[in-house]
Structures are given as C-alpha cells and as structure tokens.
C-alpha cells in the first residue's frame, strides 16, 4: 500500500517563506506525477501544484503562480513545495497526492493526511 506523508509547515507571518515535505512508501516512487492540494473547511479541495517523474514539467494554480515552487528528489523519495510570498488567505490544510500513471494527471490514486499552514498578518 502507498503510503505518503507530509512534513514541515506550521505557522508564519505574512510574507514569509515556508516548505512542506511529502515522503513516499510502499512501492516505486520514480515515474508518478507527484501534486500538491489544499483545503479549508467548509470548501472544496484546490489543486495547488503537480510536477513529473523527472521533474522537467510543472503546472501550478493561477493563484500561487510566482510565489509557490514544486520540485522533487527520487532517490530520498520525496517532493518539495516551495511557498514564498505566503498570504493570509494561504492558510489551508496542505494535501500530498501522487497518480501512478504519469504525466499529466487529472485523478489521482493516493493521497496524505494532510498538514496545517497558517498564515498571521
């Protein structure tokens, strides 16, 4: 069973700089698009970032374009999301997702607990 697990995040001050984490298990981690999503209660889950297997295509949201950087490191099996510029209105629940079938993906397979980001000004 895959398993992904997200790190870092927290708590920060408008206009700082935060970085999440999101570790994989349980089977192959090269080859799978690897993205990012967030949620507030009481709304939809937003897609934020994806990125594939080799790292040379991305796509982001309109709404972190510029601020936000995805990238990932195969061999520790992990994938990156850079957040710089952070808004109050960033404060969500970070989501780790993974689609085993490759670039590009519209679903997909797996996805992590989740991790709190807030955002104070």
């Known amino acids: 069973q895959v398993q992904l697990v997200e790190s870092g995040g927290g708590s920060v001050q408008a206009g700082g700089s935060l970085r999440l984490s999101c570790t994989a298990s349980?089977?192959?981690?090269?080859?799978?698009?690897m993205g990012w999503f967030r949620q507030v209660p009481g709304k939809e889950r937003e897609f934020v970032s994806q990125?594939?297997?080799?790292?040379?295509?991305?796509k982001y949201s309109d709404f972190v374009k510029g601020r936000f950087t995805i990238s990932r490191d195969n061999g520790k099996r992990t994938v990156y999301l850079q957040m710089n510029g952070l808004k109050a209105e960033d404060t969500a629940v970070y989501i780790c997702?993974?689609?085993?079938?490759?670039?590009?993906?519209?679903?997909?397979?797996?996805w992590g607990q989740g991790i709190q980001v807030t955002v104070s000004s």
């Open positions: 990125i594939n297997w080799n790292g040379d295509n991305t």
């Open positions: 349980g089977r192959t981690f090269s080859g799978w698009t």
């Open positions: 997702a993974a689609d085993t079938r490759g670039w590009p993906s519209t679903y997909f397979d797996y």
